[in-house]
């Protein structure tokens, strides 16, 4: 079948400029730009001078972050442009192991955004943590053969990469062996550190935060992959990079995005939208999120508007504001005049439904489990960054007297991790800083990586409240005070995901939200995806684990007490 789109403004990404052109499609390919006034098509279109751009590719996200199935995501991100998603499924894959990989795979194909599949390299993402599964690089290597895998997903040990781990290198040779690309995580990284954790043929990185970083990453030879999501806020403290001669070598990236923020502000046209208001060029930003994209992961004919590519491609009202009218995917128009088509959803195995949504294996907790035997007054808390996943370390004295070291009026409060995929008992007991709370307590099964039960609260009663609250559902978020629930938010799917429609997980996400600022925590944090990576040790500095702190740059454990 032929479509033709008369009267266009073309974004030509390979010469960052605009062409007056028709475009001629035939099934699921562009096969002309020019003059086609003279053509017979199945369908045709006058766009009276709009502006058509390639679909929108993000470059690293975890599905589950979203709390989505890739059904209900795919409805949320289509009509912000977004055809295509790299995905790294090692959230699902720390608690479910290759069924979580499989679910994945399965619930994302034959949808209309197209979602490829990076794989998991770090199951769990350190040696010390307790997650429900370990996977071995034999795990990952029949995968492969999957048409969507494209590569090793981002490897965040790079201790053990630099070191020479067996294991790992096993699971990069595969990958080299397939002819497939390895992604990194590498955060603050630097000299000849970071030289050899390159040399072992590691493409990129998203952990950046500044622009020092992101340039010293660009001319080392990575790609830079620039993440605005939740939490992690990196576009304005690199934006420069989005300049010649660096932005050649830039994705754009989403990483971790809650679904209130997806619909509320987009997706990969929003940080299009913040660049260019910031002022950077349009052209550049569409081509970072695009083309660029597509050469860093090895996709042909993907990517760009032009003879032989994909018709993956989007009709703006506006170039400026990126206001998307219809999106195509591989030909097919599938949002028209903003709103989605309908089409079918994929079809899961018992099985695997099962096995994902049977994933919480923890007793009931009480007060005593969140109370410290005390050992020192002084003690190291986790001190949290605005906008960042970074934390820093802070050494004070604490008041165990009266209120076992939680202080509201210097901002610390509680935090617990609590092993839940094997009903070992374990749990990591700590202090942290620059969440807010006033009153109550949150909880949620979503911790990266290793995603176990962790709690912040201001009392341990309240700790015990909201942490039994998310073990009655099998997972989920929530929010407790004065020993009641005040909001909850369950995700049944491995303790991850919800299949709940994208706009009611949006809602309910929202009044979580919101009810978790009630409790004194200010609006300028993104609570539950802050706390959902004080538990993620390869990101510096301290972060707390199940078996207690683990000092990031040391990449060992640290005593709470300071003696």
């Known amino acids: 079948m032929k479509t033709l789109l008369k009267n266009a403004k073309i974004v030509n990404v390979f010469t960052d400029s605009l062409m007056d052109a028709d475009v001629l499609i035939e099934d699921d390919k562009i096969i002309g730009l020019g003059d086609y006034s003279d053509t017979n098509a199945d369908i045709c279109e006058d766009l009276k001078g709009k502006y058509i751009c390639p679909g929108f590719i993000d470059g690293h996200i975890h599905i589950e972050s979203t709390m989505m199935t890739p059904y209900e995501l795919s409805k949320a991100v289509l009509p912000c442009g977004t055809t295509s998603i790299v995905a790294d499924p090692h959230e699902i894959a720390n608690v479910c192991g290759t069924d979580g990989i499989k ?49 090793l997903a981002e490897m965040m040990n790079y201790p053990g990469a630099i070191s020479g781990d067996l294991d790992i290198l096993n699971k990069i040779k595969d990958a080299f062996d397939n002819n497939k690309v390895v992604d990194g995580h590498a955060p603050l990284l ?35 992959m620039v993440r605005e999501g939740t939490a992690a806020k990196n576009l304005l403290n690199m ?59 090895g996709l042909k004919y993907t990517g760009a508007v032009a003879p032989g590519y994909k018709a993956d491609l989007l009709v703006l009202n506006n170039l400026e504001e990126i206001d998307i009218k219809d999106v195509y995917s591989e030909g097919k128009k599938v949002v ?4 989605l088509k309908e089409y079918d959803k994929p079809s899961i195995s018992k099985q695997l439904v099962n096995k994902v949504t049977n994933s919480f294996f923890i007793d009931k907790l009480t007060e005593k489990d969140f109370i410290l035997s005390k050992e020192a007054n002084k003690c190291r808390v986790i001190k949290t960054i605005k906008g960042q ?89 929530a929010a407790a005070k004065n020993g009641k629930i005040v909001s909850s938010l369950p995700l049944p799917i491995a303790g991850l995901m919800s299949e709940d429609d994208a706009s ?6 929202h009044v979580l939200r919101e009810a978790i600022y009630e409790l004194g925590v200010p609006r300028t944090i993104a609570p539950l995806m802050t706390m959902a990576f004080v538990s993620l040790a390869v990101i510096p500095s301290l972060k707390l684990i199940t078996t207690g702190l683990f000092d990031v740059n040391s990449f060992s454990p640290t005593d709470l007490f300071v003696k």
Request: charged residues 25%.
């Open 103 to 151: 679910y994945i795979i399965e619930a994302s194909e034959g949808l209309p955004l197209k979602v490829y599949i990076m794989l998991p390299s770090c199951v769990p993402a350190t040696p010390f943590d307790e997650s429900g599964c370990v996977l071995k690089a034999e795990d990952l290597k029949p995968f492969y053969k999957e048409k969507r895998v494209l590569g």
């Open 190 to 224: 630097t000299g000849h550190g970071l030289d050899a954790y390159i040399s072992r043929g590691i493409q990129s990185d998203h952990e950046c935060s500044s622009y020092e970083e992101g340039k010293e990453r660009i001319s080392k030879g990575q790609w830079l």
């Open 239 to 297: 934006i420069d990079l989005l300049d010649e001669p660096f932005s050649r070598r830039c994705v754009l990236v989403t990483d971790d995005k809650h679904p209130a923020d997806i619909l509320r502000d987009g997706h990969i046209d929003h940080i299009i939208r913040l660049a260019v208001k910031n002022g950077k060029s349009v052209f550049t930003a569409i081509r970072v999120a695009t083309i660029q994209a597509a050469n860093c992961f």
């Open 336 to 339: 028209e005049n903003k709103k």
């Open 389 to 477: 996943l970074l934390t820093d370390e802070w050494i004070t004295e604490m008041n165990f007297e009266t209120s076992n070291g939680i202080d509201l009026e210097r901002d610390i409060l509680k935090i617990a991790v609590l092993e839940r995929h094997h009903n070992t008992g374990h749990k990591g007991i700590g202090f942290i800083n620059g969440i807010g709370l006033k009153e109550g307590a949150i909880a949620c099964s979503v911790s990266h990586d290793s995603h176990n039960l962790i709690v912040i609260g201001s009392n341990e009663a309240d700790m015990a409240c909201v942490a039994n609250a998310i073990i009655e559902m099998g997972g989920g978020c």
């Open 504 to 509: 009611l997980l949006a809602e309910k996400n």
